[in-house]
């Protein structure tokens, strides 16, 4: 699978976009970008996916770049809930495999009041 | 509840004893995953079903065993542990392939503590 690279940690005041990026130079054509998080000491939670276009859904947006070499997730407007571990993944999800999700570090996500 | 339910929620067992984690699901998934996450580490895959049948073990140490009986419930035994095996363990679900799913289905996991 790609590799992702995310920042370790990141603020965002409440109320305010969240806008979360990565990077994944190595992404093949076939492998779609998924999103999770993870709050505190739960499993992890599916938040949105894409291969090369937009998408949007009621959690998030998900942009990714034309070069598809990195994408951007946004919460448009965070809050304190929203405060977790934000985990991008490359994904294979060709038909003879079951498309194993494999995770990084994450980028932390704080919301302060 | 997301639809995959583990239980117990918390389990603490001394390294001598035998204990079974549980996770079950009714999201018509047919693949299953049990996940390793300890302290300040990223989650570790450790098995990976497929309709039944395991399709992926990842290096793990034997005193793990885990069992599928069926598309819906999903198995971790554990015996002689050692402490450093404490940690949360999650199962998740997905279908197996193909579709526009949203990926895989976390359970709320079982926080193990080995003493």
């Known amino acids: 699978d790609a590799k992702t690279t995310q920042p370790t940690s990141m603020d965002c005041a409440e109320g305010r976009a969240a806008n979360l990026p990565c990077n994944h130079s190595?992404?093949?054509?076939?492998?779609?970008v998924y999103w999770y998080r993870q709050i505190h000491s739960q499993g992890p939670q599916y938040i949105i996916h894409?291969?090369?276009n937009n998408e949007t859904n009621e959690m998030a947006s998900l942009i990714i770049t034309e070069d598809r070499k990195s994408s951007t997730l946004i919460l448009p407007h965070a809050t304190l809930r929203d405060t977790a571990v934000y985990y991008c993944?490359?994904?294979?999800?060709?038909?003879?495999?079951?498309?194993?999700?494999?995770f990084g570090q994450g980028t932390t996500l704080q919301v302060k009041p | 509840e997301t639809g995959v339910t583990q239980t117990p929620r918390h389990l603490v067992m001394g390294m001598t004893n035998k204990k079974s984690l549980k996770c079950e699901q009714h999201?018509?998934?047919?693949?299953m995953y049990w996940y390793k996450q300890s302290a300040k580490k990223p989650l570790e895959l450790m098995f990976v079903?497929?309709?039944?049948?395991?399709?992926e073990n990842n290096s793990v140490p034997s005193r793990f065993s885990p069992e599928c009986p069926n598309s819906s419930h999903l198995f971790l035994h554990l015996h002689t542990l050692q402490p450093e095996d404490s940690a949360l363990y999650l199962c998740?679900?997905?279908?197996?392939?193909?579709?526009?799913?949203?990926?895989?289905?976390f359970g709320s996991g079982t926080r193990l503590t080995v003493v």
């Open positions: 998740a679900s997905s279908q197996r392939t193909g579709g526009l799913d949203g990926g895989y289905t």
């Open positions: 190595t992404i093949s054509g076939n492998e779609y």
């Open positions: 894409g291969l090369k």
């Open positions: 993944i490359v994904r294979d999800r060709g038909s003879s495999n079951t498309g194993k999700l494999i």
């Open positions: 999201l018509g998934h047919n693949a």
């Open positions: 079903y497929s309709l039944e049948e395991r399709v």
